[in-house]
């Protein structure tokens, strides 16, 4: 592969003003990702950043109470962006990517916060922007949740299909 196709859904990111931040360090016993044919499931994220050099959680609470929508689909974004730092070094290249297969969230949801599906639209149309719609797109399952761990707003899942070998 040429260095420009070796970039192109980086530099889809760069375009969307959006950057991959370093590998994530697990929080438990447990790995980022785990490989099986072309198949890999990673671990779930949540929306994390990495500026001056640490990490940190910039929103916190529950959608419905403490958070907006867009706010709540930032983090969904955020959550994107660690996934696919999580996958790059399992791969070598994000555009050995052949098609996003599944996306779950759990969404930290105060009492009668029933709009989960448009704050994980901020992880979903960030997926089809990197990669474009015929492998971005994917299956989709929002999941209510009444606390998340670190009072984090979203986290998701994602299933991946990659080119053999």
């Not at 889809?12 to 099986?36: C, I």
């Not at 070094?89 to 009492?111: C, E, F, H, M, S």
């Not at 492998?135 to 299909?161: C, K, W």
């Amino acid at each position: 592969m040429t260095t420009q196709e070796a970039s192109r859904v980086e530099a889809r990111l760069q375009q969307l003003h959006r950057k991959l931040p370093p590998l994530p360090e697990p929080g438990g016993h447990y790995v980022p990702a785990v490989r099986t044919g072309n198949l890999i499931f990673l671990s779930g994220a949540i929306g994390t950043a990495y500026e001056n050099d640490r990490w940190h959680l910039p929103l916190k609470g529950k959608l419905g109470s403490d958070l907006t929508i867009e706010q709540g689909r930032e983090s969904a974004r955020l959550c994107v962006l660690n996934h696919l730092a999580a996958l790059q070094p399992l791969i070598g290249n994000l555009d050995r990517v052949q098609r996003i297969v599944k996306l779950t969230g759990y969404v930290n949801a105060a009492p009668g916060f029933t709009k989960a599906p448009l704050v994980l639209d901020g992880a979903s149309a960030l997926l089809v922007s990197a990669f474009g719609q015929d492998i971005g797109s994917h299956a989709r399952t929002a999941v209510y949740q009444h606390e998340m761990s670190f009072n984090a707003p979203i986290e998701t899942d994602l299933i991946v299909a990659i080119a053999p070998d």
